[in-house]
């Protein structure tokens, strides 16, 4: 056993000296105290930063092809809300299509729209499959005689106003084909109603709105849709809202609708702005100067667009004032993240999933204003830790370029494009290995200090070499 410990003494690495001997062989001075405080100190910072760098995460990212396990993965799943202050629901219309010529005809079912009134306030819900098919009657002759509804323009439509309780009027151009499909059956009601309620404070009107004396008025209501009949009573404000009407185009169905005002003026019914005359569940006449449209859809991973514009197949539109400017409140692509996802998610990752949202953009008045969003679409995928126990998490941020079109004789309309990328952009955390920790621990404590041996071994030499000079009288 004495062998066995004499033998393991020879490969002893870290001979010391005798204690006998450590005085005689070894001296401590005042330059290499003051190095090994200062190098102590150093190894501390050292060792500390290195504990930080240890306990903090970092983010690696890489970029790979995307590929589809199965068909279902070929679609892609996009989230938008978007309002219009001065497109009615009634008008607004939602298309789709993509690059690869498929066209979305389903899109209407899968659309919400509401009403707004013109301080953005929602109104009520819009159902295109509840709306009122628009009826002409085809085969209505002229009116014979004196025209029965006022002819209006700027100078009499205030004083008009303020003489009747309830002024039903016909905004119109003379060139729409359904305003002339519209002008006798007009003229046949309002005849209807004075005979059958002479008394009543109630008059059928009209106004051209090609006319110089009434395009401003025109103007002041809005109109950039023919024929479009407002409802203005006598105790409208500056902040009333006008409903219009978008029931059947017939004498006894404009008829019936006048009516109803007539009932409420009686007090037989109560004051409403929401008509339905023939009681079929369908409003004849409501309130809503703009509308909100919101939807979610399943598209190709395919380049494509949705394009939101005005269509009627009742009405012919003045493009001039068509005004489609929008607050785009969401738009994102992929299924809607919870709130774990949200903070998993670096936040540049989050920050470009709703890059669109809460943007606004304006028309420029009595120009057909066009506008383009290219939206360029990537899927983030992010990998948290093992430890953290959680999913990665999917999420598609993109990049939004907009622009303006401004053409006379254009469209206005609003034209979403996106292009999925087909690519991943992976994003996992990394956390320092403890070996490695170690690594550095042992680095730092052996650098240093062999660092500070060197600077003590020159600095004492220095010394020496000083004072062996200024003893010879070599330093003047």
Known sequence: MAAVLVGLKSVDFYRKLKRDLQSELTEASIAGAALSVVAALFMIGLVIAEFSAYLSVTTESKVILDHFDSSSDDTLQVNFNVSFPHLKCEYASVDATNFMGTHDAGLSARVSKVRLDKNGRTVGRHDDTKQKEIRHTTDETPHEGPAISINLNTDIFEPTHQKYDIMLVNFFAPWCHWCQRLEPVWEKSGATIMQKHPDAQIILAKVDCTHPSSESLCIKYRIDAFPTILVFRKDDTGKSEHESYHGERSIPAITGWAENFVKQLKREIPKTRTVDADKDGQADSHTGVGCMISGLLHVQKAPGMLVIQAKSDGHEFNWETMDVSHTANHLSFGPFLSETDWMVMPPHIAASVGSLDDKSYASDQHVPTTHEHYVKVVK??????????????????????????????????????????????????KKQAFYHFITQLCAIVGGVFTVAGIVASITDKGINMVKKKQELGKLG
Do not use: M
Request: charged share 20%; aromatic share 10%.
């Open 380 to 429: 983030h995928e992010v990998k948290p830790p093992s430890a953290w126990k959680v999913n990665s998490v999917q999420a598609y941020g993109y990049t939004v370029h907009s622009n303006n079109i401004q053409k006379s004789g254009e469209v206005p309309t609003v034209r979403l494009n996106y292009d999925i990328l087909p690519i991943v952009v992976e994003f996992s955390e």
